[in-house]
């Protein structure tokens, strides 16, 4: 039984020792083959028009990826999120003025056990530290899994659409 409690113990020390090492950090790149969600969106459609990609990073390795759009409205679809991406980014063009007021995380995933709620927990954080977002929303896909993720990290559900559905973490 001693054997085990420290088997748990060393297991805990480790888990909480690379949380406490991560920071967030900004993408220029990500292997979108990785991503198990939307594997079909490529490289150029996360990176245009108001779109950045996060990453936890811990001892040179990423963690957990999560890649947004900035909007003004929420979007039902990739295809909307794709035209609202653009058009926030053509109206801060013309207005001086920073990209969309909701961040939408249209996709999540973790490579290191509990990188996923890090990401979401650390995203959080910079949102409510930023000037011009006032909303972090999803573009979900409508499964099981992305509904239980979202509910257990503190989000509520705003909308169940066709094909997707869309939680949102109070800021």
């Avoid at 993408?27 to 150029?44: A, H, I, S």
């Avoid at 058009?87 to 001086?96: E, G, I, P, V």
């Amino acid at each position: 039984m001693k054997k085990f409690n420290k088997k748990v113990k060393e297991k805990l020390n480790n888990f909480f020792d690379w949380i406490k090492g991560a920071e967030l950090v900004e993408l220029k790149t990500c292997n979108v083959k990785e991503d198990p969600v939307r594997p079909e969106l490529d490289l150029k459609f996360r990176t245009e028009y108001g779109r950045k990609i996060y990453g936890v990073k811990y001892r040179d390795e990423i963690c957990a990826i999560m890649c947004f759009g900035f909007t003004n409205d929420i979007p039902k679809t990739v295809e909307e999120l794709d035209l609202m991406t653009k058009d926030a980014h053509l109206q801060s063009t013309l207005r001086d003025r920073n990209v969309g007021k909701i961040a939408i995380a249209y996709t999540v995933w973790s490579k290191k056990k509990g990188g996923g709620k890090l990401i979401v927990k650390e995203v959080f954080k910079k949102i409510k530290q930023s000037h011009h977002l006032n909303r972090l929303v999803t573009l979900s896909p409508l499964t099981e899994m992305a509904r239980k993720f979202h509910l257990n990290n503190g989000a509520f559900e705003l909308q169940v659409n066709e094909k997707t559905q869309n939680f949102e973490y109070k800021i």
